[in-house]
């Protein structure tokens, strides 16, 4: 006569620490899935190595950084529009001088140059907030790829606006227009940007605010059990 088994404990006394015992060949068939690569039982994307539990797939991700980059560049037309609109004028003059032309600034002291580059700066440390505020509401998830379209596209954007900017604004050649509007009357200097760092404000600025938008807002891992070990209902 052999030993009465003893029942399992009720669900409201097991430990919180049970774990579940590994799945018999019947219930492991029951789990297999399909070809189509959804379960049998239901019907949801099974989870590997090659996927992603928390986000789409890596093609997906460098579709959708490759976009990003994409439109947050596009935006240095914007930018480069506003800094030929909003950067102040460096006054030159010309003067024929033994029979040649020389151009020289009218304000020597004059800090219009210095602004040229602060308005840029500016400009940019905005655009770069803005798009990082808009690529964070639109795709909280982040991500390596995502991150590294954002300053690709601010530094392409950047370079946009400053190459638009300098064909919106006055001619190069000095010369030929000192000699157009006539000797002693002033026109404005070419439109240029003397402080290359600048182009990088925009990039600085939208990872700087993207990273601090995603460590206070962006979606937490959840934790992770010990290996083996299964979440006991209603514990």
Do not use: C, N
Request: hydrophobic letters at 45%; proline letters at 10%; glycine letters at 14%.
């Amino acid at each position: 006569m052999s030993a009465p088994l003893t029942p399992p404990p009720p669900p409201h006394e097991r430990s919180p620490r049970d774990v579940w015992r590994p799945p018999s060949d019947g219930q492991t068939a029951a789990m297999t899935p399909h070809a189509d690569g959804t379960g049998p039982a239901t019907g949801q994307p099974r989870h590997g190595w090659w996927y992603e539990q928390d986000g789409p797939g890596m093609k997906v991700e460098i579709r959708e950084a490759a976009v990003t980059a994409v439109a947050v560049a596009l935006g240095g037309v914007l930018l480069g529009v506003l800094w030929w609109w909003l950067a102040p004028r460096v006054p030159y003059v010309g003067d024929v001088a033994g029979g040649s032309w020389v151009v020289y600034l009218k304000d020597s002291e004059g800090e219009q140059s210095i602004g040229v580059d602060g308005t840029f700066t500016l400009l940019a440390l905005g655009f770069g907030a803005v798009s990082a505020l808009v690529v964070f509401l639109v795709r909280r998830r982040g991500g390596v790829p995502l991150v590294v379209a954002l300053a690709v596209g601010g530094l392409l954007g950047s370079v946009l606006a400053w190459r638009l900017g300098v064909w919106l604004g006055p001619a190069s050649d000095v010369m030929a227009q000192a000699r157009s509007v006539g000797e002693g009357v002033t026109f404005d200097a070419p439109l240029k940007l003397g402080a290359k760092g600048a182009l990088l404000a925009w990039p600085f600025a939208a990872l700087v605010l993207h990273l601090g938008l995603t460590g206070l807002f962006g979606p937490r891992d959840p934790e992770q059990l010990p290996a083996g070990a299964y979440e006991v209902p209603g514990a």
